[in-house]
């Protein structure tokens, strides 16, 4: 049985599978609708309440939600990234990309910093609920892992996964891991926040742009059809001009959404080598709104811009060696180039 | 166990009960028709399995077309692939289940005559398997003379390796900490044999030749010999050991006790001689799960002269105990 | 006390203790510098090159004896030789997960563990560690409680099957990471056995561990205890043809990484090596991702090194043995033979200024007195006399650059020479003998191994790739030697290079000659000298069956795609046009005595 994108309708990709029988998962024996719904109940109730929390006590930072909610926000991009026309998932590969979405940000409670590889450090109960087989379990934490962070100091996560079958079923590991990646960086809205904590100033200071940063993005809008996304901010004149910190230097919120949405930019474009041909994006359309204040009906003006691939690559700076770094250390820390290549063939010549 | 010799033209009459399952394997040697021919009509086997090398020359698909005719109706076509092990075990493993095996108590009769090494062994597995409380009898009808017409010291049944491969069942057990410890059975292959030895490079090495009196025929010794000779001398460093080429608990014996000379070692086996000394070494392995079985494919079969059939029979009953799985050693 | 036994045996260097290694081993590091340097590196060459000999020597307790040092930590690098046995990772039943279950993440496991129980043994075997000290040793058992049980433990194994030793007894805690090891890879081949007979997919619940999630990160760790080398680990992984396409890929896998600041991947292929991609099917690359070395190739186009390495090594066994050192002495010249060639030479030099080719006199004596004189027995008149391959010098050019194609004949006429003598010592091997031994070796490696190679047909236009190559070696041997009997101004050719592009079918069955040796392939500046072009050499082992001169320069000759076909279909019509001076072109003209020119060696021992 398999998911078409195209008939989801509105439909989260979750409730598409907590209405699959057993049989639609081919010659599995397996439960995995049963198993699903075991593995949210237990995250949902003993994990994520519990994630900021970790985060909170082992590194000192107030994190935006990472709890149920917004794991629900990141299962309803995934599933409006996957409503596109041609996108199809079968009963087991709704599985292991839900299992990863539950998953994905739990290592927090260790602490926020490489939290994507800590899934490993978890243990207890959290095993029995993946079920018995080493390579499936281990397909679903890598799939979580590779949301972000580096291996081995690459930060190509995604294009070293291998796709190996598991008990008989091919799952597309890339493209599952792409789109859990890219919802995940769209699940940064307003609804991640805690509105109460940020009107009465209770989000401590290295936290505070983050928590401002969300609250602006008001809505994320994935429209399949035009293979663009349009985000929509909305920031206030106060807002405009309150000042944060981030790693020692200042900057208002305004500087922040221009440096998030170009990251985004940038995830698009890395998580659509995986996604293409059945899931395509091509630009983000952002619009900020400003208002003069909270209660303000009207905007002051709108600023609108759009990320795309564009135009001819521009030369980097250091040219050929900033593309490729161990060029720059040829022989002995000295670059390749013409007159480095004479000495080198003279030196082997004797 | 117990094994008795008989004439080809008895044989029918020799065998005291009705078979459910009969299985040979079409060749290129004329002696894959002897058993089959003996057995064809007289009533004492039930449904027929003639295995054969799908990817083998003209004669094997020309002798398993007359045997599929001879055996009649109830003869069923098996093919094996020697260059697929999987598809052999697959395609086995489904004409047993056709033939009723999987209901356990069939009793079977086995021409084990021209089946290679590694297909003899992997139905060994398959049947191990299956055998309930029924009777496995093996026949195995022995050449008169291999490799016909040239003198003992020119004689050749194959040249060259393709691949040396693990055989499908019997992977032993990897150590890697631990050294190797190679036992070959040799039979006329000196060539093959010592590119066993090139390709493992053991730290261990364990020449194993027939016991005189044991082989089928004198003559056949006498050939044995040489062929261990010549590879003895290429060989710095070796021990010897002899073995029986008919009687399968004695052969498993030997392997044991050669193995257990050198307990910190892995353990790989190469049976190259008789069919009936590889049936021995099977059940070595059913014992100790450690010793993994090697097969070495050929490259080139003297096709036109590999042998030509004698007029007897070997038939050796397979105990319970056989089939027994044991401790590792 | 010598060692008795012969002293040219081929031994497995896996088996030699370290004091033999570096008695024997020559050191050819300047040759294939790469090796003990760090970075990723393949080593190609044919079974017999030295390669596992070299491995042997980078291994620490050799390391330790031969640099005079006494604690590992003043080592380089640590390097763990893994030797990879036809049967011990290839098993037939992993052939059963190919596109069913976990394929690649069960066999980078099985790899995974089944290296770091070699790390383990290596150091218990080769690294002397006894001697360690107890802060040392503590370390050690700290390393195992700490990073080596967490390591573990996110790999999945939660409960080890042996628990921890209680004393820090460094030579019981190796124990334990061996026994632990093994007992991992036991369980993945006892996983593979339920799977022999299957054909679905059996759900595995042991412990997986890869390169980046556990095996670097242990390597890394082990190399920060205090005793190791500051250096990286090298993992030195010999004969990787026997590796299946799986583990193949997850090993490039691994070379991709580029990791080799920590873990250095030295990896020996006999030149079968399935392929080069990785499990994400991306290719890696010399030179960014690894260097790459073909024994082979090195030593046909630098005959001069080799000649001192065999001499070098042929010189460390006399002198191990007791017996006479000089390699030149101990495998004479057939003396009556090499008087002749002498006199062709003096005469040659007499009338260079009359009709001399070459440059300077001795230029045509080199060129052209053996070949006359091997000429001279093949005319119609020959006598019974025969050309003899004998003398040291000879016998080095016949190995053809791999080191086991000298030895191993070697070990044969010393047990001839054993055999006909009279018991006492050997003081030389009679240059009959050598040349008995020599033709043997050549006839066995074209008639017999080349039997053993062929496919089942018979019929040339369709018959297997072996067949095919069997008639362009007898096609160009035949022809080397026609031109050898000629009066061409270059006599002595032993190669041919391509002026056009040679065709996929040609290509194939040159591959295929070089796969087993039959064939060198290099590469040579095109007819135009506007680039390169792909060069076959054949093999020096072939030359006493096809009467060639084997010894010095040997040059070679511009052939097209076409020509090799036809030698491929009818060699002996390629052979009757080569004696009518067609199909082969000569190079562009060059002194080629600029090129490498033949090593000095000695005229042999006299013989009575």
Same mark, same amino acid.
């Given at each position: 049985?398999?998911?078409?994108?195209?008939?989801?309708?509105?439909?989260?990709?979750?409730?598409?599978?907590? @209405?699959?029988?057993?049989?639609?998962?081919?010659?599995?024996?397996?439960?995995?609708?049963?198993?699903?719904?075991?593995?949210?109940?237990?995250?949902?109730?003993?994990?994520?309440?519990?994630?900021?929390?970790?985060?909170?006590?082992?590194?000192?930072?107030?994190?935006?939600?990472?709890?149920?909610?917004?794991?629900?926000?990141?299962?309803?991009?995934?599933?409006?990234?996957?409503?596109?026309?041609?996108?199809?998932?079968?009963?087991?590969?709704?599985?292991?990309?839900?299992?990863?979405?539950?998953?994905?940000?739990?290592?927090?409670?260790?602490?926020?910093?490489?939290?994507?590889?800590? &899934?490993?450090?978890?243990?207890?109960?959290?095993?029995?609920?993946?079920?018995?087989?080493?390579?499936?379990?281990?397909?679903?934490?890598?799939?979580?892992?590779?949301?972000?962070?580096?291996?081995?100091?690459?930060?190509?996560?995604?294009?070293?996964?291998?796709?190996?079958?598991?008990?008989?079923?091919?799952?597309?590991?890339?493209?599952?891991?792409?789109?859990?990646?890219?919802?995940?960086?769209?699940?940064?809205?307003?609804?991640?926040?805690?509105?109460?904590?940020?009107?009465?100033?209770?989000?401590?200071?290295?936290?505070?742009?983050?928590?401002?940063?969300?609250?602006?993005?008001?809505?994320?809008?994935?429209?399949?059809?035009? *293979?663009?996304?349009?985000?929509?901010?909305?920031?206030?004149?106060?807002?405009?001009?309150?000042?944060?910190?981030?790693?020692?230097?200042?900057?208002?919120?305004?500087?922040?959404?221009?440096?998030?949405?170009?990251?985004?930019?940038?995830?698009?474009?890395?998580?659509?080598?995986?996604?293409?041909?059945?899931?395509?994006?091509?630009?983000?359309?952002?619009?900020?709104?400003?208002?003069?204040?909270?209660?303000? #009906? /009207?905007?002051?003006?709108?600023?609108?811009?759009?990320?795309?691939?564009?135009?001819?690559?521009?030369?980097?700076?250091?040219?050929?060696?900033?593309?490729?770094?161990?060029?720059?250390?040829?022989?002995?820390?000295?670059?390749?180039?013409?007159?480095?290549?004479?000495?080198?063939?003279?030196?082997?010549?004797? | 166990?117990?094994?008795?010799?008989?004439?080809?033209?008895?044989?029918?009459?020799?065998?005291?009960?009705?078979?459910?399952?009969?299985?040979?394997?079409?060749?290129?040697?004329?002696?894959? @028709?002897?058993?089959?021919?003996?057995?064809?009509?007289?009533?004492?086997?039930?449904?027929?399995?003639?295995?054969?090398?799908?990817?083998?020359?003209?004669?094997?698909?020309?002798?398993? *077309?007359?045997?599929?005719?001879?055996? /009649?109706?109830?003869?069923?076509?098996?093919?094996?692939?020697?260059?697929?092990?999987?598809?052999?075990?697959?395609?086995?493993?489904?004409?047993?289940?056709?033939?009723?095996?999987?209901?356990?108590?069939?009793?079977?009769?086995?021409?084990?005559? #021209?089946?290679?090494?590694?297909?003899?062994?992997?139905?060994?597995?398959?049947?191990?398997?299956?055998?309930?409380?029924?009777?496995?009898?093996?026949?195995?009808?022995?050449?008169?003379?291999?490799?016909?017409?040239?003198?003992?010291?020119?004689?050749?049944?194959? @040249?060259?390796?393709?691949?040396?491969?693990?055989?499908?069942?019997?992977?032993?057990?990897?150590?890697?900490?631990?050294?190797?410890?190679?036992?070959?059975?040799?039979?006329?292959?000196?060539?093959?044999?010592?590119?066993?030895?090139?390709?493992?490079?053991?730290?261990?090495?364990?020449?194993?030749?027939?016991?005189?009196?044991?082989?089928?025929?004198?003559?056949?010794?006498?050939?044995?010999?040489?062929?261990?000779?010549?590879?003895?001398?290429?060989?710095?460093?070796?021990?010897?050991?002899?073995?029986?080429?008919?009687?399968?608990?004695?052969?498993?014996?030997?392997?044991?006790?050669?193995?257990?000379?050198?307990?910190?070692?892995?353990?790989?086996?190469?049976?190259?001689?008789?069919?009936?000394?590889?049936?021995?070494?099977?059940?070595?392995?059913?014992?100790?799960?450690?010793?993994?079985?090697?097969?070495?494919?050929?490259?080139?079969?003297?096709?036109?002269?590999?042998?030509?059939?004698?007029?007897?029979?070997?038939?050796?009953?397979?105990?319970? $105990? =056989?089939?027994?799985?044991?401790?590792?050693? | 006390?010598?060692?008795?036994?012969?002293?040219?045996?081929?031994?497995?260097?896996?088996?030699?203790?370290?004091?033999?290694?570096?008695?024997?081993?020559?050191?050819?590091?300047?040759?294939?510098?790469?090796?003990?340097?760090?970075?990723?590196?393949?080593?190609?060459?044919?079974?017999?090159?030295?390669?596992?000999?070299?491995?042997?020597?980078?291994?620490?307790?050799?390391?330790?004896?031969?640099?005079?040092?006494? #604690?590992?930590?003043?080592?380089?690098?640590?390097?763990?030789?893994?030797?990879?046995?036809?049967?011990?990772?290839?098993?037939?039943?992993?052939?059963?997960?190919?596109?069913?279950?976990?394929?690649?993440?069960?066999?980078?496991?099985?790899?995974?563990?089944?290296?770091?129980?070699?790390?383990?043994?290596?150091?218990?075997?080769?690294?002397?560690?006894?001697?360690?000290?107890?802060?040392?040793?503590?370390?050690?058992?700290?390393?195992?409680?700490?990073?080596?049980?967490?390591?573990?433990?996110?790999?999945?194994?939660?409960?080890?099957?042996?628990?921890?030793?209680?004393?820090?007894?460094?030579?019981?805690?190796?124990?334990?990471?061996?026994?632990?090891?093994?007992?991992?890879?036991?369980?993945?081949?006892?996983?593979?056995?339920?799977?022999?007979?299957?054909?679905?997919?059996?759900?595995?619940? /042991?412990?997986?561990?890869?390169?980046?999630?556990?095996?670097?990160?242990?390597?890394?760790?082990?190399?920060?205890?205090?005793?190791?080398?500051?250096?990286?680990? %090298?993992?030195?992984?010999?004969?990787?043809?026997?590796?299946?396409?799986?583990?193949?890929?997850?090993?490039?896998?691994?070379?991709?990484?580029?990791?080799?600041?920590?873990?250095?991947?030295?990896?020996?292929?006999?030149?079968? %090596?399935?392929?080069? *991609?990785?499990?994400?099917?991306?290719?890696?690359?010399?030179?960014?991702?690894?260097?790459?070395?073909?024994?082979?190739?090195? =030593?046909?186009?630098?005959?001069?090194?080799?000649?001192?390495?065999?001499?070098?090594?042929?010189?460390?066994?006399?002198?191990?043995?007791?017996?006479?050192?000089?390699?030149?002495?101990?495998?004479?010249?057939?003396?009556?033979?090499?008087?002749?060639?002498?006199?062709?030479?003096?005469?040659?030099?007499?009338?260079?200024?009359?009709?001399?080719?070459?440059?300077?006199?001795?230029?045509?004596?080199?060129?052209?007195?053996?070949?006359?004189?091997?000429?001279?027995?093949?005319?119609?008149?020959?006598?019974?006399?025969?050309? *003899? %391959?004998?003398?040291?010098?000879?016998?080095? %050019?016949?190995?053809?650059?791999?080191?086991? =194609?000298?030895?191993?004949?070697?070990?044969?006429?010393?047990?001839?020479?054993?055999?006909?003598?009279? /018991?006492?010592?050997?003081?030389?091997?009679?240059?009959?003998?050598?040349?008995?031994?020599?033709?043997?070796?050549?006839? !066995?490696?074209?008639?017999?191994?080349?039997?053993? &190679?062929?496919?089942?047909?018979?019929?040339?236009?369709?018959?297997?790739?072996?067949?095919?190559?069997?008639?362009?070696?007898?096609?160009?041997?035949?022809?080397?030697?026609?031109?050898?009997?000629?009066?061409?101004?270059?006599?002595?050719?032993?190669?041919?290079?391509?002026?056009?592009?040679?065709?996929?079918?040609?290509?194939?069955?040159?591959?295929?000659?070089?796969?087993?040796?039959?064939?060198? $392939?290099?590469?040579?500046?095109?007819? $135009?000298?506007?680039?390169?072009?792909?060069?076959?050499?054949?093999?020096? !082992?072939?030359?006493?069956?096809?009467?060639?001169?084997?010894?010095?320069?040997?040059?070679?000759?511009?052939?097209?795609?076409?020509?090799?076909?036809?030698?491929?279909?009818?060699?002996?019509?390629?052979?009757?046009?080569?004696?009518?001076?067609?199909?082969?072109?000569?190079?562009?003209?060059?002194?080629?005595?600029?090129?490498?020119?033949?090593?000095?060696?000695?005229?042999?021992?006299?013989?009575?």
């Amino acid at each position: 049985m398999k998911l078409k994108g195209k008939e989801l309708k509105g439909k989260t990709i979750d409730e598409w599978l907590k @209405k699959r029988q057993p049989k639609d998962f081919g010659d599995l024996k397996t439960n995995y609708v049963t198993r699903y719904q075991s593995l949210e109940a237990f995250l949902k109730k003993d994990v994520h309440p519990l994630v900021s929390l970790g985060a909170a006590v082992k590194d000192g930072i107030f994190l935006n939600d990472h709890g149920p909610a917004h794991v629900a926000t990141v299962i309803k991009r995934a599933s409006e990234l996957v409503s596109s026309d041609d996108c199809t998932l079968t009963s087991y590969e709704a599985y292991i990309l839900l299992a990863a979405i539950q998953l994905h940000d739990i290592g927090n409670i260790l602490g926020r910093s490489g939290h994507e590889s800590r &899934l490993r450090d978890l243990e207890g109960q959290l095993e029995g609920l993946l079920g018995d087989d080493s390579a499936e379990k281990r397909l679903i934490r890598t799939i979580a892992q590779v949301h972000g962070g580096s291996n081995n100091g690459d930060k190509d996560t995604i294009g070293h996964l291998v796709e190996d079958p598991v008990l008989n079923q091919i799952v597309r590991a890339k493209f599952l891991a792409g789109i859990l990646r890219f919802a995940d960086e769209l699940a940064d809205d307003s609804q991640r926040i805690s509105a109460f904590a940020i009107q009465n100033d209770a989000i401590p200071e290295p936290s505070r742009l983050f928590h401002k940063y969300s609250a602006s993005l008001q809505s994320v809008y994935i429209d399949s059809k035009g *293979r663009a996304i349009d985000l929509h901010y909305e920031i206030t004149g106060a807002g405009a001009q309150e000042e944060f910190s981030k790693q020692g230097s200042k900057l208002y919120l305004l500087d922040e959404i221009l440096h998030r949405t170009l990251k985004m930019h940038y995830e698009r474009t890395y998580c659509m080598r995986f996604l293409r041909p059945t899931i395509q994006i091509d630009c983000l359309n952002v619009k900020i709104k400003v208002f003069k204040a909270n209660n303000s #009906t /009207g905007t002051l003006f709108s600023i609108g811009y759009r990320l795309e691939d564009k135009g001819y690559p521009t030369m980097p700076e250091k040219g050929i060696y900033d593309v490729c770094p161990e060029l720059s250390t040829w022989r002995n820390g000295k670059p390749l180039n013409g007159t480095m290549l004479i000495e080198e063939i003279k030196e082997r010549d004797g | 166990m117990p094994h008795t010799k008989t004439k080809l033209s008895e044989l029918s009459d020799t065998l005291r009960q009705r078979f459910d399952i009969f299985i040979c394997s079409a060749s290129y040697e004329e002696r894959c @028709k002897s058993i089959p021919n003996a057995v064809a009509d007289g009533g004492k086997v039930g449904k027929r399995l003639v295995c054969f090398n799908q990817r083998s020359s003209a004669v094997v698909t020309s002798n398993a *077309r007359q045997l599929l005719e001879r055996l /009649g109706s109830s003869a069923q076509r098996v093919p094996l692939d020697k260059g697929n092990p999987l598809a052999t075990a697959d395609n086995l493993q489904r004409a047993l289940s056709q033939a009723g095996a999987d209901d356990g108590d069939q009793s079977y009769l086995v021409d084990i005559t #021209t089946f290679t090494h590694e297909s003899l062994l992997i139905l060994l597995r398959l049947l191990q398997a299956r055998v309930g409380r029924g009777l496995v009898l093996l026949s195995y009808s022995p050449a008169d003379e291999y490799s016909i017409g040239l003198p003992d010291e020119e004689k050749w049944l194959s @040249k060259g390796i393709t691949d040396i491969r693990s055989v499908l069942g019997y992977p032993g057990t990897t150590r890697p900490s631990r050294k190797s410890h190679l036992i070959v059975l040799m039979g006329f292959e000196t060539d093959r044999a010592e590119r066993l030895l090139d390709e493992y490079q053991p730290h261990v090495v364990s020449l194993g030749f027939g016991k005189e009196g044991t082989a089928t025929a004198a003559k056949h010794h006498r050939v044995n010999q040489l062929a261990f000779g010549q590879l003895a001398n290429k060989v710095s460093k070796y021990n010897e050991f002899e073995f029986s080429c008919v009687d399968v608990a004695a052969v498993e014996s030997v392997i044991t006790a050669q193995a257990s000379k050198f307990p910190e070692c892995n353990v790989v086996i190469a049976p190259m001689n008789t069919k009936l000394s590889t049936v021995g070494v099977a059940g070595a392995a059913f014992r100790n799960e450690d010793f993994q079985l090697c097969y070495a494919s050929a490259a080139q079969y003297n096709v036109e002269g590999y042998s030509r059939p004698g007029d007897t029979c070997v038939l050796t009953a397979l105990s319970a $105990e =056989y089939w027994k799985e044991g401790a590792n050693i | 006390m010598s060692p008795k036994g012969n002293p040219f045996s081929v031994h497995t260097p896996e088996d030699i203790t370290a004091s033999e290694v570096v008695d024997l081993f020559v050191d050819v590091f300047s040759d294939f510098y790469n090796v003990p340097n760090q970075g990723n590196t393949f080593l190609h060459g044919p079974r017999g090159s030295g390669k596992s000999m070299m491995f042997r020597y980078l291994e620490p307790d050799c390391q330790l004896l031969a640099s005079k040092q006494e #604690t590992l930590r003043n080592l380089p690098f640590y390097a763990v030789y893994i030797p990879i046995k036809n049967t011990d990772l290839k098993l037939t039943e992993l052939e059963r997960l190919e596109n069913k279950h976990a394929n690649v993440v069960l066999n980078e496991h099985f790899l995974a563990v089944f290296i770091a129980a070699r790390v383990f043994a290596s150091l218990r075997d080769r690294a002397n560690v006894e001697n360690l000290s107890t802060e040392h040793a503590q370390s050690f058992a700290l390393f195992l409680a700490g990073p080596l049980g967490k390591l573990l433990n996110k790999a999945g194994l939660t409960k080890p099957p042996r628990s921890l030793p209680k004393d820090r007894k460094i030579s019981t805690n190796l124990q334990w990471c061996i026994d632990v090891f093994d007992d991992l890879c036991s369980s993945v081949v006892n996983y593979l056995r339920r799977l022999s007979f299957r054909r679905t997919a059996l759900t595995y619940t /042991g412990p997986l561990c890869g390169y980046l999630d556990f095996l670097l990160p242990m390597l890394k760790e082990l190399r920060a205890l205090p005793f190791m080398p500051r250096g990286p680990i %090298y993992l030195l992984l010999d004969d990787a043809d026997n590796l299946n396409e799986t583990q193949t890929r997850i090993l490039n896998s691994w070379v991709f990484c580029r990791t080799s600041a920590d873990v250095s991947l030295k990896i020996s292929t006999q030149l079968n %090596y399935k392929t080069f *991609r990785t499990a994400t099917d991306q290719r890696i690359d010399s030179p960014h991702d690894y260097t790459e070395i073909d024994i082979s190739t090195v =030593y046909a186009s630098s005959r001069s090194h080799y000649y001192g390495r065999v001499e070098e090594i042929v010189r460390r066994r006399l002198k191990r043995h007791q017996l006479p050192e000089n390699p030149t002495e101990f495998f004479p010249v057939y003396a009556k033979q090499e008087r002749a060639i002498r006199e062709i030479e003096a005469s040659y030099i007499a009338k260079w200024r009359e009709t001399g080719r070459g440059n300077r006199p001795r230029d045509d004596a080199y060129r052209y007195a053996r070949p006359d004189f091997i000429t001279s027995l093949s005319g119609p008149k020959k006598g019974s006399s025969k050309y *003899r %391959y004998a003398g040291f010098e000879q016998l080095v %050019y016949l190995s053809s650059g791999v080191i086991r =194609y000298f030895l191993e004949p070697a070990s044969r006429m010393y047990a001839d020479a054993q055999a006909t003598g009279d /018991g006492g010592p050997i003081t030389h091997i009679d240059s009959s003998i050598q040349d008995t031994v020599i033709r043997d070796e050549a006839e !066995r490696f074209m008639v017999a191994e080349f039997q053993k &190679l062929s496919d089942e047909e018979a019929e040339p236009r369709h018959a297997g790739r072996f067949l095919q190559l069997r008639n362009l070696l007898h096609a160009l041997g035949g022809a080397f030697h026609e031109i050898l009997i000629s009066d061409k101004s270059e006599r002595r050719v032993f190669s041919i290079a391509f002026s056009d592009v040679p065709d996929r079918d040609v290509l194939h069955v040159l591959k295929l000659g070089v796969q087993y040796g039959y064939l060198h $392939e290099a590469s040579i500046g095109n007819k $135009e000298g506007t680039g390169r072009t792909r060069m076959f050499v054949l093999s020096r !082992r072939l030359a006493p069956f096809f009467m060639l001169d084997p010894t010095g320069f040997a040059g070679y000759k511009f052939v097209t795609n076409s020509a090799i076909k036809e030698a491929i279909l009818r060699p002996k019509a390629f052979i009757n046009s080569i004696s009518n001076g067609e199909l082969l072109e000569d190079p562009p003209q060059m002194s080629l005595f600029e090129q490498d020119a033949p090593p000095k060696s000695d005229n042999g021992a006299e013989e009575a």
